[in-house]
């Protein structure tokens, strides 16, 4: 696990940079290049996924990459500045919760609150003799039928990083002995129960 945190906090923001979503929480920092009036530090994003930005108005940029906020960008200011050179930054990500089952020391729900990739996820949850390491089971949130596989030796073993997924809000990483999974039999009864058991903590 220690090696895990290590190649994680070195190598994940290169992942991030290309593939995570923004949503509320996250801080931004926008430029126009050749424009000081188009400039804007700490800019969070609201509840409702929405932030302003000078001549573009309001838009809502929850689901979006940097780089497609980037491109909506341009395109909006394209109307006021000709050829806009658009800088989008991540300042601040916001903590987005994960769920790490099967072949793991504690399976359950962790909080990412710095890179929000696969090798983030189990440095803090660990993994067992058994776990079948060359395919883990990534379930995005609401999909059932579809995962997608990672070869973990690949990332440990070879530097393939373009493996290192970054993760979000509600997303499953499920470590099988067999390399096999079945959403209703291996997953859901986790996710009920700790479902479960936070709603009870609450009350």
Do not use: C
Request: no cysteine.
């Amino acid at each position: 696990p220690l090696l895990l945190f290590f190649l994680s906090s070195i190598l994940a923001p290169v992942a991030q940079a290309a593939d995570y979503k923004l949503d509320y929480g996250d801080v931004l920092s926008i430029s126009v290049w050749g424009f000081d009036e188009l400039q804007a530090k700490d800019l969070p994003i609201s509840p409702d996924g929405k932030l302003s930005f000078p001549l573009a108005g309001e838009m809502d940029v929850k689901d979006l990459t940097t780089a497609q906020l980037t491109a909506k960008l341009t395109t909006s200011l394209s109307q006021y500045v000709k050829n806009p050179i658009v800088t989008v930054n991540l300042m601040k990500v916001r903590t987005t919760r994960v769920y790490v089952l099967g072949e793991v020391p504690k399976p359950g729900m962790f909080e990412l609150t710095k890179d929000h990739t696969l090798l983030d996820a189990i440095g803090m949850s660990g993994y067992t003799m058994y776990a079948a390491k060359k395919k883990v089971s990534v379930i995005r949130r609401g999909e059932k039928t579809s995962t997608l596989t990672v070869n973990l030796l690949d990332i440990l073993k070879k530097g393939d990083f373009s493996q290192n997924v970054v993760l979000n809000e509600g997303d499953v990483v499920y470590l099988s002995s067999n390399g096999k999974m079945d959403f209703a039999r291996d997953i859901f009864p986790w996710i009920s129960a700790i479902y479960t058991a936070n709603r009870i903590g609450r009350d």
